[in-house]
Structures are given as C-alpha cells and as structure tokens.
C-alpha cells in the first residue's frame, strides 16, 4: 500500500491504495464521487475523463500514485456548486442522451473551451473524438458545447 494525497475538487483525498489502483477507481472509490463513470477499461470511451492539474485526462489511463500531490476536477466540482454553463446546455440542447457518456463529454469539452473558447463545429468534433456515445447523438452533443462557448463568452 502507497500513501497518496489529491487535492479533488477543492477537498484533499488522503489513502492509502494498491500501486495498480487507476485513478477513476480512486474517485470513484475512496473519494465517493461516483460521476466519473468506468465505460470500458480500455480508454476507448472517455466516460471517465476528469482534469488533472488542468487538462483533461482519461482516469482509467492514469494510476492513482501518479496523481499523488496532484488537482483533480471532477463532473461534481466542475461548477463549484453551481451548474457550470456546459450542464446548463446539455440539458438545454438535449445532449443528455442517456446520460452515461455525459459526464466525460462534458468534461472533454470543459477541456477544449478552457484551451479554445470558440471552437468550429469541426474542432469540437475533433476534440470529442475520444469520448464515445452509444446512443450515437453527437449532434446535439456539438451544439451544447456551441451553446456552451456563447453563454461563457457573454457571461
């Protein structure tokens, strides 16, 4: 066992984990915080994408001793306490879907507006390349996060 320290949203996680633990089960797990989804344990999906130290990352990729001293946002700290705008417009442009893939979409896209504050539909096609939705409606996916980058632009 391997005492470990992460700063997640804001709150310090303190454990003591297996070497081989991957950070999403860390989140999930020892920090309760049950958004970051584990879709397929092969980083093909993206559902448990979270920002570590400030960029995106798949946490299925990353082991929990790498993120040791590190800043870890999740879907649950995204808005710090509010709905951050990229929520308000999934749910506004009904990019929901079932739900299960919003979470790292979301969080993709966080990534992508933090870097790119007014990305072409092509570049936000681009950016959510390694996020996959089953129900496969990008469409309203792409126009959430248009919506998204209008509504921090003007705020």
């Known amino acids: 066992m391997t005492q470990i320290q992460v700063t997640v949203n804001g709150r310090v996680v303190a454990r003591d984990v297996e070497p081989r633990t991957l950070l999403v089960h860390f989140l999930r797990e020892a920090a309760g915080l049950t958004g970051t989804h584990v879709g397929c344990d092969t980083s093909q999906c993206g559902a448990c994408t ?16 790498q993120a040791d001293g590190s800043h870890v946002t999740t879907i649950e700290g995204l808005g710090n306490g509010a709905m951050h705008a990229l929520q308000v417009a999934f749910r ?3 990019g929901l879907q079932c739900g299960f893939c919003t979470p790292g979409m979301i969080m993709s896209a966080a990534d992508l507006l933090s870097r790119n504050p007014n990305p072409s539909e092509d570049e936000i096609r681009r950016a959510l390349e390694g996020n996959l939705c089953r129900c496969t409606g990008y469409h309203n996916i792409v126009r959430a996060v248009q919506h998204a980058a209008r509504s921090m632009a003007t705020a």
């Open 92 to 94: 506004e442009e009904h």
């Open 50 to 65: 979270v920002h570590l130290d400030g960029r995106g990352v798949k946490s299925c990729t990353v082991l929990a001793v």
